[in-house]
């Protein structure tokens, strides 16, 4: 079983950096490929980010290509989230997740793959 618990969200004016923790509970972090996905009321939970269990791939959402920046540190069992020049539109409870199998580069932007998540924590830009 593997928990995770996300920190880091707040509220930042439009431009400004937040940088997102998870931290995970298990002896097998090093074997999990995790992702990042984020969520707005009335709509479904989109993919931000993800990052191989090795940390030698990871892919972005087109929307955050280039602002976003995932990486892991597997000694201390953490994935992070760097998010820069934040936008009003990056507003959502952001989620970590994590899967033991997935390994597929055409799926894992799907929330579906994942089985584990976080509980969420809140990011808000203001304009």
């Known amino acids: 079983q593997v928990q995770l618990v996300e920190s880091g969200g707040g509220s930042v004016p439009a431009g400004g950096s937040l940088r997102l923790s998870c931290a995970a509970s298990g002896r097998i972090f090093s074997v999990l490929t995790m992702g990042w996905f984020r969520q707005v009321p009335g709509k479904e939970r989109e993919f931000v980010a993800t990052?191989?269990?090795?940390?030698?791939?990871?892919d972005y959402a087109d929307s955050v290509q280039g602002r976003f920046t995932i990486s892991r540190d597997n000694a201390q069992n953490t994935v992070y989230l760097q998010m820069n020049r934040l936008k009003p539109e990056d507003t959502a409870v952001y989620y970590c997740?994590?899967?033991?199998?997935?390994?597929?580069?055409?799926?894992?932007?799907?929330?579906?793959?994942?089985?584990?998540w976080g509980q969420g924590t809140q990011v808000t830009v203001s304009s």
């Open positions: 990052i191989t269990r090795d940390g030698d791939r990871t």
């Open positions: 997740a994590a899967d033991r199998y997935l390994t597929s580069t055409s799926t894992w932007y799907f929330a579906r793959e994942y089985d584990y």
